[in-house]
């Protein structure tokens, strides 16, 4: 299934930048940074189960934000992008 | 049902591969060309001088991925495994299985020939009028022998031997009026018997290069299902043959990989220009042309097809999967034959 976390992390006070980096490393262990703060994660349950305790360890609730859109088993196609930065298609052929 | 996960498949030579905490990062020339978490792979194959960090050859081997070294003509070299798993009740019946393999040869073989009967009426029937007529009659002669030999396979007693001979006279039909399925006029693209080792021209370089790829996916579908890959039933055992692997592949071959080159040929995806010929007649695919190749073959494994004996749709590149689960299971006793895999 594919989730879209994109996230919010305060970086004025104490340790903020510690969980920026922190909750982008998570984010980018499992799926592909798409924007500055929003990936797309193509994961299983228990995967998504794993990534979602990691973030929420993370955090700081009274000042960050993490928002999950799930998009469901076929996602891909409900996505569609416009401009600079394409990603790559990690279900397509994989040829460097 | 299990996911189908990507190849990643490394041609650039000089490229480097390493790990950055759970994902793998394909440099060439110092620039991130990929970056892919580790769970999306199912496997890496690297072509020529690749570079892989020991982090990364460690990380891979922890997950189950197979990590395979092909050397610059795509010929096999190396193939790095984490510890050996699965179940040792599986690998014993198994080894025992192979003692008596008559019924599993059976349908291996059965299935390999009805496969090869498909894509010639396949060709027949998609453009079966371009054929000249002595060339049409040809092909149907073929068919129709194939489908005696079918008849043989299903119901002759006689060992092991006997389907062993059929199977190879079922290759030399087929193989015979395979020449005939090619469409381009071509000279340098004709098909004049099987030659490996080195292959001697076009059609056989491309077969063989495809063979490789297949060869791989059902050694990894072997041992995902904790099967021995080089223990087989068709194929004797060999030191360092996946006797196993080649068994799970006979079926297989003649849809995913020999309609696969009639394609790449027949719709000029691949010319003359893109074989090159070596000192003692060996024939190569290009650079370019094994790029295609890949692309064409990525592909082809997500095409879905309906499998008859699970009833389920499944992409063409997780049959070789069903096929070993199919046979574990019948290892274990839960299934009385071994059922293989038929195209429709």
Known sequence: MLVLVTYDVRTSDAGGTKRLRRVAKACRDYGQRVQYSVFEIEVDPAQWAALRARLEAVIDPAHDSLRYYHLGANGQRRVEHVGAKPNLDLDGPLIV | ?344
């Open chain 2, 1 to 344: 049902m299990k996911k189908l996960l990507n190849t990643l498949y490394v041609t650039t030579e000089g490229a480097g591969l390493r790990k950055d905490g759970e994902n793998l990062v394909a440099e060439v020339d110092g620039a991130e060309r990929a970056r892919l978490p580790l769970h999306r792979i199912g496997s890496v194959v690297a072509v020529g001088a690749v570079y892989v960090s020991p982090a990364l050859i460690g990380a891979l081997a922890r997950g189950g991925i197979a990590l395979v070294l092909l050397d610059r003509q795509g010929r096999f070299e190396a193939r790095v495994e984490g510890p050996v798993s699965g179940n040792v009740l599986l690998r014993r019946a198994q080894y025992r299985a192979a003692e008596q393999p008559e019924e599993i040869v059976r349908s291996i073989v059965s299935a390999k020939v009805a496969n090869q009967r498909a894509v010639l009426q396949r060709a027949l029937r998609d453009h079966g009028d371009d054929f000249a007529p002595e060339r049409r009659s040809a092909v149907e002669a073929a068919v129709e022998r194939l489908a005696r030999i079918l008849r043989r396979v299903a119901f002759e007693a006689g060992g092991v031997d006997v389907l062993r001979g059929a199977e190879g006279e079922a290759a030399n039909l087929y193989f015979a009026v395979f020449d005939d399925l090619i469409r381009v006029p071509d000279p340098a693209l004709r098909f004049r018997g099987r030659s490996r080792r080195p292959p001697l021209d076009a059609v056989n370089a491309l077969l063989s290069f495809l063979y490789t790829l297949l060869t791989h996916d059902c050694r990894a579908a072997a041992e995902a299902n904790g099967l021995d890959p080089a223990v087989g039933f068709l194929h004797r055992d060999r030191p360092g043959r996946p006797s196993f692997a080649l068994d799970l592949m006979e079926e297989l071959r003649p849809v995913l990989a020999d309609r696969l080159a009639l394609s790449l040929i027949n719709r000029r995806q691949l010319s003359t220009r893109d074989f090159e010929t070596r000192d003692g007649g060996a024939v190569l695919l290009t650079d370019a042309a094994r790029k295609t190749v890949l692309t064409a073959w990525q592909e082809r494994k997500k095409e879905e097809r309906r499998h008859a004996f699970v009833d389920e749709v499944a992409p063409l590149g997780l049959v070789p999967h069903l096929q070993a689960q199919l046979l574990a299971r019948h290892l274990r006793g839960d299934l009385d034959a071994y059922p293989p895999w038929f195209w429709k």
